[in-house]
Nanobody
């Protein structure tokens, strides 16, 4: 069974930077892509970024130009580099692994940006 563990969250002032990591363990095959979502209090979970195994990336409109997603060659660890953070980036960030026939989520990690 695949498990995802996020790390790197925390509190930062507006304008600062953080890097989130997601480490996948277990038997991993048939990967389509990996990504990040977030959920602010009272809001639905929203798409942040994803990256395919061929390296193609996509970003949510609210983070374009500020966030960057990357992964290691094995595809079992991926990162979200966040810069120019704003208070509206506050929320719980979830990593996601999309494989053929399945979708796995991490437990979530808190990111708090203060003005």
């Amino acid at each position: 069974q695949v498990q995802l563990v996020e790390s790197g969250g925390g509190s930062v002032q507006a304008g600062g930077s953080l890097r989130l990591s997601c480490a996948a363990s277990g038997r991993i095959s048939g990967i389509s892509g990996m990504g990040w979502y977030r959920q602010a209090p009272g809001n639905v979970r929203e798409f942040v970024a994803n990256i395919r195994m061929n390296g193609a990336t996509m970003y949510g409109d609210s983070v374009k130009g500020r966030f960057s997603i990357s992964r290691n060659k094995a595809g079992n660890t991926w990162y979200l580099h966040m810069s120019g953070l704003k208070s509206e980036d506050t929320g719980v960030y979830y990593c996601n692994l999309n494989r053929i026939g399945s979708n796995t989520w991490g437990q979530g990690i808190q990111v708090t940006v203060s003005d």
